[in-house]
């Protein structure tokens, strides 16, 4: 079956069965390996991918949910400004540990941003409460989100996309 | 495993019956992909629905809130209507799965997965719920409390399915409301065990009570005699230890992985204790 749909900006059409799981896709297929698997079950964040703009775990998607739609990766989210910004803070912050989570976290930290963005320990704990990080080094993540929200402001408008 | 994907509503049921033996409805997928990967769902057919726009979206009639079995927890969540109409129904989602699940998964998709754990099913119960359901030549209207009849198994026929979910928009008007979901953290978690209620008081006597339990039985239920037990008594003369007799014989939890039989009859009783007394 023929299924169309855009990865960081790239327009791909593949002729595949359609219920591959997504994530297998993405990493095998196309080659964006930031995307991790974890649990396998969509309980742990790690494979998270922005479709149309909101956050779903990709290894209990089939690519038939994708079909007609925008992916962004973790990658795709690294070349955004505040991507950068970011990244940036969790490189300050040391809230990287082992990093397996990381593109998990960096996607849903992105999209908190974008959405709503209030420097807010409370919002930022739930935005974040479907990502798991085994190294459990929440509270620097958290605090890396936080000095992201602080620093948004400053940066120019039109640069957020 | 072999894969439709119908371009109407019409065509999904055209479909369907062609298929003769089992067949999958794949809407989120956040329940049937875990199934695949465990084995559980092999080669059976899989009919994509997931991008059937009129099953989407929450509406209201006069008197009905009617929400489309492709519906997300997150739309459900977000929904201005809800807030406005159904406001406990829909703060209680807010602890369902998590932020990213609630963006895949869909009520109907949550109800027809049949789970004793669904979290959504005994606040429906205690909203007296009604499931509209769909197939080929006809539409019926089932009561929530009446769908299931055991572990995973409902009064849906071949190449029917749950089209919508209907609830009275005056469901939670002039109730004292209570919904507690116990479990091991607060996201990404299934329920040990889960109580709603809804309760009305006048001159201190229980006018109306409505309570239901997740996880404690084969499927979500109404504990409709502990709640003609209660009706009509005084809440400061209420004999607990009959209460938790009488419980004790409407719920029948299992010891499992998540939790065991003794902290969930002990958990219920205390839940329930203060949902009467406060």
């Given amino acids: ?161 | 495993m072999k894969f439709y994907k119908p371009t109407s509503i019409p065509d999904l049921f055209r479909i369907s019956e062609e298929i003769e033996g089992k067949k999958y409805f794949l809407a989120g997928g956040t329940d049937i992909n875990v199934q695949i990967k465990n084995g559980i769902i092999k080669d059976e057919p899989v009919i994509f629905i997931n991008h059937l726009n009129e099953l989407k979206g929450i509406k209201e009639s006069e008197d009905i809130i009617l929400i489309g079995t492709l519906t997300t927890y997150k739309e459900i969540i977000e929904s201005d209507l809800l807030r406005k109409v159904l406001p406990f129904f829909q703060n209680s989602l807010k602890s369902f799965a998590s932020p990213i699940l609630q963006t895949m998964a869909t009520i109907g998709g949550n109800i027809a997965n049949g789970s004793p754990t669904a979290d959504v099913t005994p606040l429906l119960l205690v909203l007296d719920a009604k499931l509209k359901l769909f197939s080929k030549s006809r539409i019926r209207e089932v009561k929530l409390s009446e769908f299931f009849t055991g572990y995973k198994e409902f009064i849906l026929k071949a190449n029917e399915i749950i089209g919508a979910i209907l609830i009275p928009k005056n469901a939670e008007t002039g109730f004292d409301t209570f919904f507690e979901k116990v479990g091991s953290r607060k996201s990404l978690t299934i329920a040990k065990l889960e109580i709603a209620g809804l309760k009305r008081l006048k001159n201190n006597k229980i006018e109306e009570i409505k309570i239901a339990a997740g996880a404690l039985n084969e499927y979500p239920r109404r504990l409709h005699k502990l709640e003609e037990f209660l009706t009509g008594k005084d809440i400061d003369r209420i004999d607990f230890s009959q209460v938790e007799e009488i419980l004790n014989r409407e719920i029948t939890p299992i010891s499992d992985l998540r939790s065991d039989k003794e902290y969930r009859l002990q958990v219920s009783f205390n839940l329930i204790q203060s949902f009467i007394l406060n």
């Fill in chain 1, 1 to 161: 079956m023929k299924i169309n749909f855009t990865i960081n900006g790239n327009h791909i059409c593949l002729d595949i069965d359609p219920m591959r799981r997504l994530i297998d896709v993405i990493r095998n297929d196309l080659g964006f390996t930031g995307t991790k698997e974890g649990c396998g079950e969509g309980e742990c964040g790690a494979c998270t991918i922005l479709l149309d703009g909101k956050p779903v775990t990709s290894c209990i998607l089939n690519v038939i949910h994708a079909d007609g739609k925008e992916i962004l990766t973790a990658e795709g989210i690294a070349q955004k400004p505040i991507g950068k910004l970011l990244i940036d803070c969790f490189d300050e912050t040391n809230a990287v540990q082992c990093g397996f989570c990381f593109p998990g976290f960096l996607v849903v930290s992105y999209y908190y941003l974008i959405s709503d963005g209030e420097p807010s320990l409370k919002k930022i704990k739930s935005a974040l409460s479907g990502n798991i990080c085994r190294c459990t080094g929440y509270k620097k993540i958290f605090e890396s989100v936080m000095l992201a929200c602080e620093r948004k402001p400053r940066m120019n408008t039109n640069e957020h996309e």
